[in-house]
T-cell receptor, first 112, second 117 residues
């Protein structure tokens, strides 16, 4: 049964720092991995989607990497800003391809 | 193009009452997914529906919970005889094609926060 774990659960950094969020999954047979952002009281916004054949994806200050063999993904945020404060979730498709399996998330706080 | 819409955004019910949560998918999307986020927990898949059909309900509790996605109108998640443990945020997502499609992703609504007193 696929399980997704995110470390750390919470992270506080000063503005301008580069940071890494970690995601691990137990079954390496994934279709793709996706990183989302969740703001308090809001829905989820998709940040990056990495297909199983890809090693990384970049969007602006965000870079996500995928190592299927070791069951790990990282989300790198460069030059963090207070507006980056949110909960970041990673998710993989279930084996049936019908739904997403989420980690519990990392809550990021960037202070100015 | 409006995003996924959910209403109500907040719902308060007393134990034993019924809760009805509505989800209107993005225009052109015929696949709907419901997730539940319990306090301090991650999002958990509940059910996947296509118009008029339940495709995967492996995450739905066996009792009191039901879902539908009629030919016309929004998808409805119905919880009968609510208990305090049902208090959670319920999120709906939609996609234009089946998630089995290689590059398909889901678009999430803002969620409905259910509080059971």
């Amino acid at each position: 049964k696929q399980e997704v774990t995110q470390i750390p659960a919470a992270l506080s950094v000063p503005e301008g720092e580069n940071l890494v969020l970690n995601c691990s999954f137990t079954d390496s047979a994934i279709y793709n991995l996706q990183w989302f952002r969740q703001d308090p009281g809001k829905g989820l916004t998709s940040l990056l989607l990495i297909q199983s054949s890809q090693r990384e994806q970049t969007s602006g200050r965000l870079n996500a990497s995928l190592d299927k063999s070791s069951g790990r993904s990282t989300l790198y945020i460069a030059a963090s800003q207070p507006g980056d404060s949110a909960t970041y979730l990673c998710a993989v498709k279930n084996q049936a391809g019908t739904a997403l399996i989420f980690g519990k998330g990392t809550t990021l706080s960037v202070s100015s | 193009n409006a995003g996924v819409m959910q209403n109500p955004r907040h719902l308060v019910r007393r134990r034993g009452q019924e809760a009805r949560l509505r989800c209107s998918p993005m225009k052109g999307h015929s696949h709907v997914y419901w997730y539940r986020q319990l306090p301090e927990e991650g999002l958990k898949f509940m059910v996947y529906l296509q118009k008029e059909n339940i495709i995967d309900e492996s995450g739905m509790p066996k009792e009191r919970f039901s879902a539908e996605f009629p030919k016309e109108g929004p998808s409805i998640l119905r919880i009968q005889q609510v208990v305090r443990g049902d208090s959670a945020a319920y999120f709906c997502a939609s996609s234009p094609r089946s998630m089995g499609a290689y590059q398909e992703t889901q678009y999430f609504g803002p969620g409905t926060r259910l509080l059971v007193l």
